[in-house]
């Protein structure tokens, strides 16, 4: 069974761009999470999509945006990227919703460089 | 509100060696208790987690945690470091699915095992 894929691997973009990120998870998981991990601010959650609807967000700036496609795949999206969001950005599956005991399964992640 | 502290952002130990990982954990209400291990350019991996039941998890690769609600704590320790143990370690709780922050994880600063020959 393929695990979570992230696409791309690496990233670099300029401020004020956006960027859009891809998560795969693994085949019939139906929950999406991703996380930002950075060398100051370590791993912080960004948000959980479960069924094509965002259950739980975590305390980023609006322009931090996600969705989820009906066949489960998920997208982030980052507008007006600033340097500090230059990060590795990780997606996690689970079966179901992330219930606190369902194991979440991380990819590899995407990294993003802002210049 | 909760939060994980590991104790030692890097830890270094000879092959053979115990290794002792510390993570102590706040939470008003009983969490879910991970250790996850990353290696360079990789994701994170589940080593084991508590839920419920017997406080002293096995996970893989021979490492086990013991939960110990009065200390707060659940530490990560394997008997003798392999080389191959070398990567970076985290702690992280989520809470129990009655409250509404579901399945979102919470992770400590991690902690960078080193093994030396």
């Known amino acids: 069974k393929a695990g979570v894929t992230q696409t791309p691997r690496y990233l670099i973009k300029t401020r004020g761009q956006q960027v859009t990120l891809s998560c795969s998870p693994i085949s019939g998981h139906r929950s999406v999470s991703w996380y930002q991990q950075t060398p100051g601010q370590g791993l912080q959650f960004l948000f959980e999509?479960?069924?094509?609807?965002?259950?739980n967000k975590g305390n980023f700036p609006g322009r931090f945006s996600g969705r989820q496609f009906s066949n489960s795949r998920s997208e982030m999206n980052v507008s007006t990227l600033e340097l500090g969001d230059s990060a590795l950005y990780l997606c996690?599956?689970?079966?179901?919703?992330?219930?606190?005991?369902?194991?979440?399964?991380f990819g590899p992640g995407t990294r993003l460089t802002v210049l | 509100a909760q939060s994980v502290t590991q104790l030692g952002s890097h830890v270094s130990v000879s092959e053979g060696a115990l290794v002792l990982l510390r993570c102590n954990y706040s939470?008003?209400?009983?969490?879910?208790l991970f250790w996850y291990v990353q290696y360079p350019n990789q994701g994170l991996q589940l080593l084991l987690k508590y839920t419920t039941g017997a406080t002293l998890v096995k996970g893989i690769n021979g490492f086990e945690a013991e939960f110990k609600k009065s200390e707060t704590s659940f530490h990560l320790t394997k008997p003798s470091a392999h080389m191959s143990d070398a990567a970076e370690y985290f702690c992280a709780v989520s809470l129990r699915p009655n409250y509404n922050q579901g399945g979102k994880l919470i992770f400590g600063q991690g902690t960078e095992l080193s093994v030396k020959p």
């Open positions: 996690a599956s689970s079966l179901e919703m992330a219930s606190g005991n369902n194991e979440q399964f």
């Open positions: 939470s008003s209400v009983p969490p879910y």
């Open positions: 999509y479960f069924s094509e609807t965002q259950r």
